[in-house]
């Protein structure tokens, strides 16, 4: 009899945790809790737990609950294709999401592919990942290279006329694109007469940067362009202070965000101009009401600002629950058909996900850093940036001739 009710027993508990099962939506979050890029990491861990908690508070996806399912890529590729794997065999995840480096986010979206899982792209801005490597598995939220570069060349071109560039380039997928994006729009393709020092990634040392800006200090260049990224931007805007260059050049970022500016400090940051999609006072300098509601629920949680790669996870997770709301279904086929060109507004102004490549078209901001006194005026010294320029997603992102010239070069079909 008491073998009976053990077996009945253990039936019930099956039975329990299969329907458990089924009532979850399970989120798989690839992301670097460790390595070159764990800042970054840190904050869509904050974003996404965030915006988990707030859609179980307000009756989960489709009256199911929502649960993440968390992977530590530590910045290398091979790792994140295995956690993404994992992720999906075992773990049974309804999709995908990370990712603070390109080279670890198209690694991994290929994987999620063949095992037919969505994968969305947070902080990755290589073209390739909707270019040359993209595919109908992958959106990207975050703006890529060409995106970033042609609102920055806009202002630099505008602002600095035929200035003379060195440009300080990480060795690796991100860095090689955003460099020849940003020469395409500033006129700077002649490497004879703008020339590049470029840095071993992912292990540059201190002797790296010096031995590359030495050069770029000798070169007599009016503009010092830093293609790097995470601890390597921190270490090099360092040195680069260091070494007195912010006297002789005007040092400009491809991108840059709260955290690495935070980490560099208001004196060295001082006067540096880059791109971002998306930062917390931007919300509060241009008028938009949901964004400003995100960095205060943001703040509030963690008594930290929220940066633009938080404000990018958080978003992946809210789309991804639209999608499947407006879809009926977790169904990958049947999401690709509702996000494809879908447009929406959460955080700033009007985004899409466009349908021939799944880039997300969004508005890329130029900022220049504020002052030291303006930074620490604010309680938690976060106020680094202010908006000098801008420009629309469908006018920044490349045309749908120039994205197919990019696939024809990868010898890519002209479609995904």
């Keep these: 009899m008491k ?13 329990c945790s299969f329907s458990l099962l089924a009532d979850t939506i399970r989120l798989g979050f690839n992301y670097p809790q460790s390595g070159r890029y764990k800042d970054l990491g840190q904050q869509q861990r904050l974003a996404a737990f965030l915006a988990v908690d707030e859609i179980n508070k307000a009756g989960g996806i489709l009256g199911k609950k929502v649960e993440l399912v968390i992977r530590n890529t530590a910045g290398s590729p091979e790792r994140g294709a295995a956690n993404t794997e994992e992720l999906i065999r075992k773990e049974k995840v309804d999709m995908v999401f ?28 290589a073209n390739a990942t909707t270019g040359s490597e993209g595919h109908d598995h992958m959106f ?72 590359a800006l030495v050069k770029a200090e000798a070169s007599g260049a ?3 362009i830093l293609v790097l990224y995470g601890d390597d931007l921190v270490r ?42 998306w930062e917390w006072m931007i919300p509060y300098q241009l008028g938009f009401v949901r964004g400003q509601q995100f960095a205060e629920a943001f703040t ?26 407006r879809a009926g279904t977790t169904n990958t086929q049947s999401l690709i058909k509702a996000l494809e060109g ?30 030291r006194e303006q930074v620490t005026s604010d309680p938690l010294r976060s106020d680094f940036f202010e908006v000098v320029g801008s420009l629309e997603g469908e006018k920044a992102a490349q045309t749908l001739t120039e994205w197919r010239a990019e696939r024809a070069a990868a010898n890519k079909p002209p479609h995904l």
């Design 300 to 325: 509030a949680a963690y008594d930290v600002r929220p940066t633009s790669t938080a404000a990018t996870a958080y978003g992946i997770v809210y789309q991804y629950k639209d999608a499947v709301e």
């Design 222 to 224: 009016d503009i010092l």
């Design 3 to 15: 073998r009976s009710a053990s077996v009945l027993a253990g039936f019930v508990l099956l039975f």
């Design 98 to 125: 990370g990712g603070a480096s390109s080279a670890v986010t198209i690694v991994s979206g290929k994987v999620a592919k063949k095992l037919g899982r969505l994968y969305f792209g947070t902080t990755t801005s």
């Design 236 to 277: 090099a805007l360092k040195v680069a202070y260091e070494m007195g260059i912010k006297d002789k050049m005007k040092v400009v970022l491809p991108n840059i965000t709260l955290g690495i500016a935070q980490n560099v400090g208001a004196t060295i940051m001082e006067d540096v101009i880059s791109t971002t999609p």
């Design 342 to 371: 879908h447009e929406f507004t959460l955080l700033k102004d009007r985004q899409q996900w466009r349908a021939f490549d799944h880039q997300n078209l969004q508005t890329v901001y130029v900022v220049r850093s504020k002052k």
């Design 140 to 211: 990207r939220e975050y703006p890529n290279a060409w995106m970033t570069a042609n609102a920055l060349g806009s202002y630099l071109t505008s602002t600095f006329g035929d200035a003379k560039y060195f440009y300080v380039t990480a060795d690796y997928t991100w860095g090689w694109s955003s460099e020849e994006s940003i020469r395409e729009f500033t006129n700077t393709s002649d490497k004879q007469a703008h020339p590049h020092a470029l840095t071993p990634f992912p292990k540059a040392f201190i002797k790296d940067f010096k031995e």
